[in-house]
């Protein structure tokens, strides 16, 4: 493992693609919403009404052609694809009511529907549909057969990309329009992370079926140089450093202590037992990328009303008088991850649908240039290096990722002067601890391409089920989305009727 | 062949797709900015400036991603694309001059450089770069060799498809603009007919590339039954009558005359010999496809000073007292053709690369649903009939059209409600007299989403090169869209200004 190897807390295919793991030295980090992980804190009690409402889900496929840009006969195909819609509180076609829509992201639908509130919880209010829509090559809408093997295929492979992605969406959500006999329904669609990407994409590529998007934590600039490299693990740093200057300065030291412990004779041994690792360690990188991730993992999904970062500061600072750098640190550990037999530190890395498919899409499209320098955050450098990235990518998948293709496609450089008088219906929400954050539209794009922010905020807060224990500023965040949409529709409908006159 | 056959002006290719001919019962009419049957009364002396410029264009090839939306081994092969500079006015990236571009359409990049002068006629006045861009599969962008190669082989006409070439153009842009470092230089797009399109097609899907488009004569309404299907003969026909009653009515007539003469004993001989035939008449529809297609080209591409209605119908009507229908018809026809030992009722319908190309963009994506009912034109009753087209082309080509993928990717429906508030800097300039402009934009959706129109113009003269020959309407047509692409600039100028500071 090379020093400069990013390890983030991406379920590594440490069994489906092991030769991945030793070559591609750069991890893009995850985008969901949610992460099983990180919700170790959180209890599933506090959310309001998940349960009532799931029930009310119906599912149905779409046959999905596999190529919507080439017509070739092999791209006529077609695939199942997932979708799932709750229809309780409709308001119906005659009232014209809305239609919010869910992206699916690089996960089975299943864990979105069950963390995804934003469009059931607002439901009532809107007498919209609910219509959540499963990405391509995850759950149950991989095409031809299972997962692991589409993803062997270089050829099926290559139809596993954004902008198939979203003329998916597009497709399925002309069908539900056509089905539900709802012509002048508006969509909104709604989407988290890279799904927030997707959603703000999508407004801007198929004015004419979405009429708005809210886009929660996406990092739609942290492509091609437009945000530093650093940005992710300056606000994973500062998330730290705010909490606890100590906690801070004790895991920016950390490294060089662990690094001294594994250079002594059974330094590894020695490691093995304070951290009280399930197998034993066999290089000091395998503690190092369990700590780095999990350190992540706390930032990004720091969630109230733990606020994990803070859990493991207060395990850090917390530790007794004279405990050493190394004692402080597996502290932090406890207290995050609670008093076990022993410490996996694979936790991070086990091999997942999601894993497997994310890998492909940042190795390919999705090139998320994310590295640190020299002292410029709390962890060791690991600069980014894309010819070195794109030739591990290579090695593994036989083609090299296409980095400025995003940016091609999409935009994303000078956005304010593109945007500021192109598009309309963009809300850009982001927490302002998320350390994904750094690569998102913080500031107003126009008059309706428009950013939330929460100073306290992590990754996606605002689109998850409301919870009984949710702050007021998170209350107030989602207050402050609804009444933007609520301006939007308004304003469409005033349109509506001035053009049937 | 059957009753329902439309043929227009069509170069069929009989040589290359016998098949064709027999199976698709639908032309779509060719979509170009010029037509060299059509130029048959343009005097290349009244053009001002064509030979003066040409000498400066500079042409270039482009290293072209064969797929821009898949990720298989076999999208990464590159072809080689041409495109031309004409750099003599250019001001240089230091002061942001702008750059024009022409967006090639289904004709190889000779023939625009020959007759498209938007760019060069005002590059002076702009201190602008004029860049022509050849579409994929035409002229000398063929991937992988020759046309008729690429056209056979059922994988590689897969990637020729308007999403793919409007990806070419965003890639070949952005790498001209980092060749003259022309970073904040402002794209405008121009394109003709089906480049009209792309051109308004560019702007909505890459506005972070293109800053406005100027769409010439672009039918982007006319798919998918947002334009009635007689639209574009309902058109032709207006013309004809506008210009004489007596005219109309007598084409009107003339179909049933000729299958009448052709129902005779010895009819086809009758009817090769008033038509002075080059060839032996096989059948009444060759002659009856001839005079259709010559009354439409004649329509849309009804230029000034000669305006080829006028001629057609100057010899109808001023045939001798007496003269019955078909000698009428006759007369017109050596008036528009002129006088010649024989007149080739196949003029239109040899094959080209031109027909080819166009041939299988309209059986795959771009579906032109052009009909006629009984009585709403002067011509026979043809109407369109999606599944009998989308049998034919399946049969041909073996995969079927996708006749709503335009407007699902597109847009198209409800164009006023969704471009109202979406999107910015598009002119869409139409000739009334042109069929095409059936299909066209002919009312403003937005402050900067404007409609140009002519009561008395064409198929796409604002784009060519002025003549002097120029009628005042055109000249005033071409000053308008200077006046609001000058708005454009003056307003992006303004906001780099301000967001630099």
């Known amino acids: 493992m090379t020093p400069s190897r990013v390890l983030l807390f991406q379920f590594y295919p440490l069994l489906l693609l092991p030769l991945l793991l030793q070559s591609v030295s750069h991890k893009i980090p995850r985008l969901s919403p949610h992460n099983k992980e990180a919700l170790i804190l959180r209890n599933p009690d506090d959310v309001i009404s998940t349960s009532a409402i799931s029930k009310d889900f119906k599912t149905h496929f779409y046959s999905q052609t596999l190529d919507h840009f080439n017509y070739a006969p092999q791209s006529y195909a077609t695939f199942r694809q997932r979708y799932v819609v709750n229809s309780k509180y409709w308001g119906g076609p005659t009232s014209n009511s809305p239609i919010f829509a869910y992206l699916g992201a690089e996960a089975p639908l299943d864990e979105d529907q069950e963390v995804i509130g934003f469009l059931n919880d607002n439901a009532p209010h809107f007498k919209s549909l609910s219509v959540y829509i499963e990405h391509r090559f995850y759950g149950k809408s991989v095409p031809f057969g299972k997962m692991e093997d589409a993803m062997k295929n270089a050829t099926l492979r290559g139809y596993f990309s954004s902008a198939q992605a979203i ?19 508006p969509i909104i669609v709604v989407g988290g992370s890279y799904g927030g990407k997707l959603a703000s994409w999508f407004r801007l590529k198929y004015p004419h079926i979405a009429l708005g998007a809210l886009a929660s934590s ?30 801070y300065q004790t895991i920016k030291n950390s490294w060089a202590e662990i690094d001294k412990v594994a250079s002594k004779p059974k330094g590894l041994s020695i490691l093995s037992q304070r951290f009280k690792t399930c197998s034993h360690l066999n290089n000091s990188d395998e503690l190092k990328d369990f700590l780095d991730t999990m350190y992540s993992v706390a930032a990004q999904y720091n969630h109230p009303p733990t606020y994990p970062v803070t859990v493991v500061c207060k395990g850090i600072d917390g530790a007794p008088a004279g405990t050493d750098v ?10 995050y991850r609670g008093n076990r037999t022993c410490y996996d530190t694979n936790a991070y890395n086990y091999p997942s649908e ?3 498919g994310w890998e492909w899409q940042t190795c390919s499209e999705i090139v998320i240039p994310i590295g640190r320098g020299e002292n410029d955050t709390m962890f060791p450098a690991a600069p980014f290096d894309l010819h070195e990235f794109a030739k591990s990518c290579k090695d593994f998948y036989g083609v090299p990722p296409r980095p400025h293709w995003i940016t091609t496609y999409y935009g994303g450089h000078d ?8 598009g309309s219906n963009i809300i850009f929400s982001n927490g302002l601890r998320d350390p994904y954050s750094s690569g998102g539209v913080l500031e107003d794009l126009s008059e309706s391409i428009v950013a939330v922010t929460t100073p306290k905020g992590s990754h996606c807060l605002d689109i998850l089920y409301s919870a009984k224990t949710d702050p007021d500023w998170l209350i107030l965040q989602r207050k402050r989305e609804i009444e933007i949409i609520e301006g939007w529709l308004k304003t469409y409908y005033s349109d509506l009727q001035a053009l049937k006159r």
Do not use: W
């Open 167 to 185: 003329a998916d969406y597009a497709e399925i959500l002309l069908h539900v329009k056509h089905k539900f006999a709802a012509h002048y329904s």
């Open 218 to 247: 996406a990092p739609v600039l942290y492509f091609d140089n437009i945000t530093p490299q650093n940005g992710y693990y300056s606000i994973v740093t500062k998330d730290f450093e705010e909490v606890s200057k100590n906690c």
């Open 354 to 356: 999601t894993s497997v």
């Open 415 to 422: 956005i304010k002067l593109v945007l500021n008088r192109f």
């Open 326 to 335: 190394i004692g402080r640190i597996f502290a932090g550990v406890v207290s």
